[in-house]
């Protein structure tokens, strides 16, 4: 019986524990923070502040049962770079409070009584949610995620090419630019395919209208009556006037 209550005590110890821990999260779990309310931190190693803020947000999180919050989160920026776009985060650390989908960015003093005072008085009611534009189930917002996505690998790329097979910057910058022209000219060329199919240019239906030739005794005939002039007799036609005819000299 003693060796029962021993387990029940430890395992009440456990959870906990589990629920006063700090949840990492990443690229495919972040849509955990759309249910029911919780408090995210966006943060990076290499931060000053991130690592002085980062014994009160693990005080903070052992209050999370006591303060009814699904969870107590963080973000690493270096292995989320597509999260930080999503998010459009621009300084660090940045707090969101997140309540049934609904982001508000903490603007407070970064220690464990004003997160406390903050959740438990609702002050988070008095701040205006994200605009809709930013929201990061949006589209546009996915899309810059990706963007980041990519500009995560380029660096990698660049430092791979430059440090770990020590070739010129310049290398690296080479290649970057034949694979931006290769990759625009053929998105060029699928984007022209695409309006091909989409609207087909249109045939020329235009009637050639074929005009019968004059004979050549007509156009003459215009020439003639175009030579004469306006008001001026025709002298080729015949007149009742007779003329007298000269007599021979004899």
């Given at each position: 019986?003693k060796?029962?209550?021993?387990?029940c005590f430890?395992?009440s110890?456990?959870?906990?524990?589990?629920?006063?821990e700090v949840?990492?999260?990443?690229?495919d779990n972040?849509?955990r923070?759309?249910?029911?309310?919780w408090?995210?931190?966006?943060?990076?190693?290499w931060?000053?502040?991130?690592?002085?803020l980062?014994?009160?947000?693990?005080?903070?999180?052992?209050w999370s049962e006591?303060?009814?919050l699904h969870?107590?989160?963080q973000?690493?920026?270096t292995?989320?770079?597509?999260l930080?776009g999503?998010?459009?985060?621009?300084a660090?650390?940045?707090?969101?409070?997140?309540?049934d989908?609904e982001?508000?960015?903490?603007?407070g003093?970064?220690?464990k009584d004003?997160?406390?005072s903050?959740i438990?008085?609702?002050?988070?009611?008095?701040?205006?949610t994200i605009?809709?534009?930013k929201?990061?189930?949006?589209i546009?917002?996915?899309?810059?995620?990706?963007?980041?996505k990519?500009s995560?690998?380029l660096?990698?790329?660049h430092?791979a090419?430059?440090e770990v097979?020590?070739?010129?910057?310049?290398?690296?910058?080479s290649?970057?630019?034949?694979?931006?022209v290769?990759v625009?000219?053929?998105?060029?060329?699928?984007?022209?395919?695409?309006i091909d199919c989409?609207c087909p240019?249109?045939?020329?239906l235009?009637?050639?209208?074929?005009?019968?030739?004059?004979?050549?005794s007509?156009?003459?005939?215009?020439?003639?009556?175009d030579?004469t002039?306006?008001?001026?007799?025709?002298?080729s036609?015949?007149?009742?006037?007779?003329?007298?005819r000269a007599?021979?000299?004899?």
């Amino acid at each position: 019986m003693k060796f029962l209550l021993v387990l029940c005590f430890l395992g009440s110890f456990a959870i906990r524990e589990s629920l006063g821990e700090v949840i990492e999260l990443k690229e495919d779990n972040w849509d955990r923070v759309l249910k029911g309310e919780w408090m995210l931190e966006f943060y990076a190693p290499w931060c000053p502040a991130c690592r002085a803020l980062q014994s009160s947000w693990e005080e903070f999180s052992t209050w999370s049962e006591d303060l009814h919050l699904h969870g107590i989160a963080q973000i690493d920026v270096t292995k989320g770079p597509g999260l930080s776009g999503r998010f459009m985060v621009t300084a660090l650390p940045t707090i969101f409070h997140v309540k049934d989908g609904e982001f508000r960015q903490y603007r407070g003093s970064r220690d464990k009584d004003a997160f406390i005072s903050f959740i438990e008085e609702k002050k988070w009611t008095e701040l205006e949610t994200i605009p809709s534009w930013k929201d990061p189930r949006s589209i546009q917002m996915t899309a810059v995620s990706y963007f980041f996505k990519m500009s995560m690998l380029l660096r990698n790329a660049h430092s791979a090419v430059t440090e770990v097979y020590g070739y010129p910057p310049w290398v690296s910058y080479s290649i970057f630019a034949i694979a931006t022209v290769l990759v625009g000219a053929f998105l060029g060329l699928i984007l022209v395919c695409c309006i091909d199919c989409v609207c087909p240019p249109q045939k020329n239906l235009s009637v050639t209208v074929t005009q019968p030739e004059k004979k050549d005794s007509d156009d003459d005939e215009d020439d003639i009556k175009d030579d004469t002039p306006e008001g001026e007799e025709d002298t080729s036609k015949p007149t009742n006037v007779r003329k007298r005819r000269a007599k021979k000299a004899e």
